[in-house]
């Protein structure tokens, strides 16, 4: 069971918007930056949103926001390309430990 | 561009030591600008922090693992390492190397190595 909850699959059409979630609690996304991972294929995690900032060479139809204990990565204009694996993940104090979320399938039909 | 690369044994015998080390480039381990930290995944599965280190030796461990890990710095080297003690079928994984976007245990990582996959089998 992860402490940070998230959809296991999401999908969407290319061109259209798409919002994945990532809820918690106050220890962790109450209290702390969220970041978000893209795994392609099984490979090396990509950083593609820390807090509110995009990575450099991440697109800018990439975008992160938070309200409460639920953090949301955003892609506007889905392309073939994001079709991967999303993890969230932040610190929680009351673990001591940093915590991911189960990770989404994203697919993109 | 900051680059890490994970080595290792990629089969470890049931109990014994896992030993993985990551090799920065591109960039100082010594820098006091970020922490360094070791993610791994078992196969199908998501990913799990293990835990992380400052260059001055500072360092935070997951409580589930805590027990069996050690993370330190060779700034010689410009590596950080992992070892994990009396190691089950359930530390099977691909086990990943990142760095921390500042020096602050609590924010994300930026950067992370190919990972390299570990089997524990006898």
């Known amino acids: 069971q992860s402490a940070l909850t998230q959809e296991a699959s999401v999908s969407g059409t290319v061109g259209q918007k798409v919002t994945l979630s990532c809820t918690g609690n106050?220890?962790?996304?109450?209290?702390?930056?969220v970041g978000w991972y893209q795994q392609i294929s099984h490979g090396a995690p990509k950083t593609v949103m820390f807090?509110?900032s995009l990575p450099s060479g991440i697109p800018d139809r990439f975008s992160g926001s938070k309200s409460g204990t639920t953090a949301s990565l955003t892609i506007s204009g889905l392309q073939p390309e994001d079709e991967a694996d999303y993890y969230c993940?932040?610190?929680?104090?009351?673990?001591?430990?940093?915590?991911f979320g189960g990770g989404t399938k994203l697919t993109v039909l | 561009q900051l680059q890490l690369q994970e080595s290792g044994p990629g089969l470890v015998k049931p109990s014994e030591t896992l030993s993985l080390t990551c090799t920065v480039s591109?960039?100082?381990?010594?820098?006091?600008?970020?922490?360094w930290g070791w993610i791994r995944q078992p196969p199908g599965k998501g990913l799990e922090w293990i835990g992380s280190?400052?260059?001055?030796?500072?360092?935070y461990y997951n409580p589930s693992l805590k027990s069996r890990v050690t993370i330190s710095v060779d700034t010689s080297k410009n590596q950080f390492s992992l070892r994990l003690s009396s190691v089950t079928a359930a530390d099977t994984a691909v086990y990943y190397c990142?760095?921390?976007?500042?020096?602050?245990?609590?924010?994300?990582?930026?950067?992370w190595g190919q990972g390299t996959l570990v089997t524990v089998s006898s």
């Open positions: 990142a760095r921390h976007v500042g020096a602050d245990i609590a924010v994300e990582f930026d950067f």
């Open positions: 591109g960039g100082s381990i010594s820098s006091s600008s970020y922490y």
């Open positions: 280190l400052y260059y001055s030796g500072n360092t």
């Open positions: 106050s220890n962790n996304i109450g209290s702390y930056a």
């Open positions: 807090g509110n």
């Open positions: 993940s932040t610190w929680d104090y009351s673990l001591s430990a940093r915590v």
